[in-house]
C-alpha cells in the first residue's frame, strides 16, 4: 500500500470538516487555507467524496459542504476507498501471480500485513481521531 498525498488529503480534509462545530457549510477554500491544501485538488477529492456520499454540497450564498453522515460512522478506510487509493500491500494485487505467474515467498506476509492495516483503519472513524487530537493538544497545554 502506498498511501499518498489522495488519501491523506481526503482524510485531512473529512476531519477538517468533521470538525466544523457551526452547522453552517464549510467552503473547499476555508478547508484549503486551513489545511494548506490546493483548493483544484480538494475539488477532485470531494467530488470523489460526494459520489461515496459521504459529503454533501450546498448551493448558493453560505453553501459548501457538509457531512452527509455523522463523524462516528465514517471509518478512514470507507475515506480512503473513496478516492480510489488501494489499501493492498501485495504487489498482485490477490491474484497469486507476483512472481512470474506464481505466487511469491513473501505473499502471505503481505497478505497479514494488509488485513492488519485495513482492519486498523476500518476501526478508526473521524470522531475517534478528533477526541484523540483535543485529548492530545489538552495535554500538551497543560
Known amino acids: 500500500m502506498q498511501l499518498t498525498t489522495k488519501g491523506r488529503y481526503a482524510v485531512t480534509a473529512m476531519l477538517d470538516l ?15 487555507q ?10 477532485q477529492l470531494f467530488a470523489k467524496l460526494r459520489k461515496a456520499s459521504l459529503v454533501k454540497s450546498v448551493r448558493g450564498p453560505g453553501g459548501g459542504y457538509l ?10 478506510t470507507q475515506i480512503i476507498e473513496a478516492v480510489d487509493e488501494n489499501i493492498d500491500l ?4 490477490g491474484s497469486k501471480d507476483c512472481l512470474r505467474g506464481k505466487q511469491c515467498l513473501s505473499h502471505h506476509l503481505w497478505c497479514e500485513v494488509s488485513d492488519q ?8 472513524n473521524l ?9 492530545n493538544q489538552d495535554i500538551q497545554l497543560h
Open 67 to 76: 457531512l452527509n453522515v455523522n463523524a462516528v460512522d465514517v471509518t478512514l
Open 18 to 32: 468533521a470538525s466544523n462545530e457551526s452547522a453552517k457549510p464549510v467552503t473547499l477554500d476555508m478547508i484549503s
Open 34 to 43: 486551513r489545511q494548506n491544501i490546493s483548493l483544484s485538488y480538494l475539488e
Open 117 to 124: 492495516i485495513r482492519g486498523f483503519l476500518s476501526s478508526r
Open 127 to 135: 470522531q475517534q481521531v478528533i477526541d484523540d487530537y483535543k485529548i
Open 90 to 93: 501485495r504487489r498482485c494485487h
